[in-house]
């Protein structure tokens, strides 16, 4: 019985000391956050994205740091990285605006995004149907998750305030027909 209380007091000792650890790890990384702010206002971005990176280490499930490290990859143009950081936002965080509004943008504003995780397809503005489909690649059997939307999407060669283009759309059959997009955004 003493031995059962000796090592029920260790274990008690020893969560303490790992919440402390835990919630040092988490103040380090909001104290290298706020230095990448700085380092960002200064336009100091590749600066600023090492110092995120850092903070994530510490503290993986740190929604700010994802959100500032996607707004870094916005200022670098690296689009792809910038959404998924923001997914990794939602992720964490469902209801965080900022990133909300940014994933918002990023499917909308500039070339659509060619890949998103399979998990953040729940966040698109758009009607995004979700499948899956086995493909065997050598000889090994492989499941693939793919998404398709079923809005109609302007090309990108139109840009934003283009005029109208009319583009060859390919069917079934052969049979191709002619489509003609004009831009009208409604967000």
């Known amino acids: 019985m003493r031995s059962l209380l000796c090592v029920s007091i260790v274990l008690v000792v020893a969560s303490g000391a790992w919440a402390q650890v835990l919630e040092t790890d988490h103040e380090k990384a909001v104290a290298l956050v706020h230095q ?7 336009k100091q971005y590749e600066a600023a994205e ?27 143009g690296r689009r792809e990285q910038a959404l998924a950081e923001y997914g990794q936002v939602l992720s964490i965080e469902p209801q965080y605006q900022y990133a909300l509004r940014r994933f918002k943008v990023m499917f909308l ?21 979700t499948d899956s489909c086995r493909v065997r690649v050598t000889d090994k059997e492989v499941a693939k998750h793919f998404a398709y939307t079923t809005c109609l999407l302007f090309p990108e060669e139109m840009g934003r305030h283009g005029r109208a283009l009319s583009v060859e759309i390919p069917a079934a059959g052969g049979a191709a027909g002619m489509l003609r997009f004009h831009f009208a955004p409604r967000w």
Do not use: M, T
């Open 36 to 42: 990448a702010r700085k380092l960002s206002a200064g």
């Open 50 to 76: 090492q110092l995120l990176k850092q903070a994530i280490a510490l503290d993986p499930k740190y929604a700010d740091a994802h959100a500032n490290l996607g707004y870094i990859y916005e200022k670098l």
């Open 109 to 129: 504003e500039g070339p659509f995004p060619r890949w998103i995780k399979f998990s953040q397809v729940k966040f698109s503005p758009l009607s995004l149907v």
